[in-house]
Each structure stands twice: as C-alpha cells, then as structure tokens.
C-alpha cells in the first residue's frame, strides 16, 4: 500500500485504509488484554474452591495461553511492522531503502515450533513425560517405585539365599 502517488502527493484514501487497519489491529490487542486481565482476576477467585494440585494446573495452563497469545506478536506482527511501514516514510531523491527479508520469513517459520514446545515447557506434565519418554530421566514417582522394587529384590534374595 503506496501512499504517496508519483508526483508526490497524498493519497488519503490509501493512508484512511491504513489508519482504519491499524485501529483494528489495536482494538484487537486492547480486548485480548482486557479478556486476559478479566480472566487472571476470575481465576484468582475461583482457584480459591480447588485443590492445590488444580490451582497449579490451572495456573500452568493460563501461562500458557500467555506464552500462545505473544507468539504471534512476537514471530508474525511486530518483524512484519517495519516492511509494512516503510512504504509510508516519503523518501526523496536519492534515498532508498532495500531491505533482504529472508530474515521475516525465519521468524514466521520459528513460529509452529515456539507455540507448541512453550506450552510443552510450560505445563509440568508434559515436560515429565518427555524427560521420561525421551530423556530417559524417570519422574520423581517412577524413582520411587524403582527404588522400593529394588529393595524387595534385596530383601527376597537375602531371605531365600540362605
């Protein structure tokens, strides 16, 4: 979206358009913020009636969709806005601006892998089961039980030893 014609005046339908799409962009971010200011103040009354291990299920889950909601505005929106807004800089004579934007395309890849690896990284039980799947670090749970397994096997062979 060009905003300036070749003569060098303004096109003002181009620049309403544009004004128009950023205060849709803004509204967006406004009511996502809201919502989630909303929704932490809610929960924080309701976790009161749940169990110690919901509240910190619930807990992991809202960071989360935290970490969900900035992914896009990290990896998509704001690389995006300079390549965007430059067109709306007037650049006369002999300036010009010739940007490579290989580096737009990485971060808009970078982003599938950061939404799901951040959620895995972020609710306990899916990092224990993939530190025990493919770590092989058993969970604290699984330590015990091979502790005590271990122990009976002592126990059994030193009283059917003799």
Same mark, same amino acid.
Request: glycine share 6%.
């Given at each position: *979206?060009?905003?300036?014609? %070749? ?19 803004? %509204? ?12 932490? !103040?809610? *929960?924080?009354? $309701?976790?009161? +009636?749940?169990?110690?291990? +919901?509240?910190? #299920? ?8 935290? !970490?969900?909601? #900035?992914?896009?505005?990290? !990896?998509?929106?704001?690389?995006? &806005? ?8 007037? #650049? ?9 934007? $290989? ?13 799901? &690896?951040? !959620? *895995?990284?972020?609710?306990?039980? /899916? ?6 799947? /493919?770590?092989? &670090? ?10 005590? +397994? ?5 126990? +059994?062979?030193? *009283?059917?030893?003799?």
């Amino acid at each position: *979206m060009v905003t300036y014609a %070749s003569d060098g005046s303004v096109r003002w339908s181009n620049l309403a358009y544009l004004g128009s799409a950023g205060s849709i962009v803004f %509204s967006h971010y406004a009511i996502i913020i809201y919502c989630g200011f909303q929704m932490h !103040f809610e *929960m924080k009354k $309701g976790l009161k +009636n749940f169990s110690v291990a +919901n509240r910190k #299920l619930q807990k992991q889950f809202f960071k989360a969709l935290i !970490f969900q909601s #900035l992914g896009p505005t990290i !990896f998509i929106f704001l690389p995006a &806005i300079p390549v965007l807004l430059v067109p709306l800089i007037p #650049l006369g004579g002999e300036y010009r601006i010739d940007w490579q934007t $290989g580096w737009l395309f990485s971060l808009i890849g970078a982003y599938p892998p950061f939404d799901s &690896i951040s !959620f *895995m990284i972020i609710v306990v039980e /899916y990092k224990k089961v993939i530190k025990s799947r /493919y770590f092989n &670090i058993p969970s604290k749970a699984e330590k015990t039980a091979s502790d005590k +397994n271990k122990s009976r096997k002592k126990i +059994n062979k030193l *009283m059917y030893s003799t």
